[in-house]
């Protein structure tokens, strides 16, 4: 195994033991986590919009403006599992960097 895949966990995976105290937690926690995701989203639907004008007129994308909208896109996919039941584990409020990667077949 190397050290790449050591430090990786994946993040939709069956759990079957829950707590019901973070049942009523994850109620709270859910709506700060919310009200960040509606914010960042926000900023990064304004960003998206630049980075079409900045394709459409430079007909390259801005490195800048793409780390932003991975940035909202891996916070989005990061807090998920959590918001969806599917762990107790909570993550941050606020967005941490993680990296999402795909799987590759061997035919591919």
């Given amino acids: 195994m190397s050290n790449t895949e050591e430090n990786m966990s994946q993040l939709f995976t069956y759990e079957h033991n829950a707590r019901r105290w973070e049942l009523l937690v994850r109620i709270f926690y859910s709506i700060a986590i919310s009200i960040v995701m509606m914010v960042y989203g926000f900023i990064a639907g304004i960003v998206m919009f630049i980075q079409w004008f900045v394709i459409l007129i430079l007909g390259r994308r801005s490195e800048g403006l793409s780390d932003?909208?991975?940035?909202?896109?891996?916070?989005?996919?990061?807090?998920?599992?959590?918001i969806s039941w599917m762990t107790d584990k909570r993550p941050g409020i606020m967005p941490k960097t993680v990296k999402i990667f795909e799987e590759k077949s061997p035919e591919q």
């Fill in 68 to 82: 932003f909208i991975r940035g909202y896109l891996e916070y989005h996919v990061h807090v998920l599992s959590y």
